[in-house]
């Protein structure tokens, strides 16, 4: 069986970031803009990015950062962050 991944840009931008909601998984505008790429993810947090079927990956560090400035109030810039997502076999399963 071959394993594929998927690499996907993330765009936040200004309105997500006026729609946003800090500390709030299911309003991040990381969460915004990703939910755009239809790509099944079902929350954002700063540590991990989950997906339908229990299935979880590591946020990206520069998406960590930038999340964690949005949650503590720090005046951030729409932004664009890299997410590789492995083969549904090689991700995280929870639960």
């Known amino acids: ?7 996907v840009k993330i765009e936040v931008t200004e309105n997500d970031i006026k729609n946003g909601i800090r500390y709030d998984p299911y309003r991040c505008p990381v969460f915004l803009a990703a939910k ?6 079902i929350d954002v947090s700063s540590s991990w990015i989950s997906f339908t079927g229990k299935r979880k990956l590591p946020t ?3 998406a960590y950062l930038w999340i964690n400035a ?11 962050f ?4 492995p083969a549904l076999e090689q991700c995280r399963r929870v639960g």
């Open 1 to 7: 069986m071959s394993l594929t991944r998927k690499i």
């Open 60 to 62: 990206p560090y520069d």
């Open 70 to 80: 949005f949650d503590n109030g720090e005046k951030v810039k729409p932004a664009t």
């Open 82 to 85: 890299t997410l590789t997502i």
């Open 36 to 41: 755009r790429q239809r790509l099944g993810i």
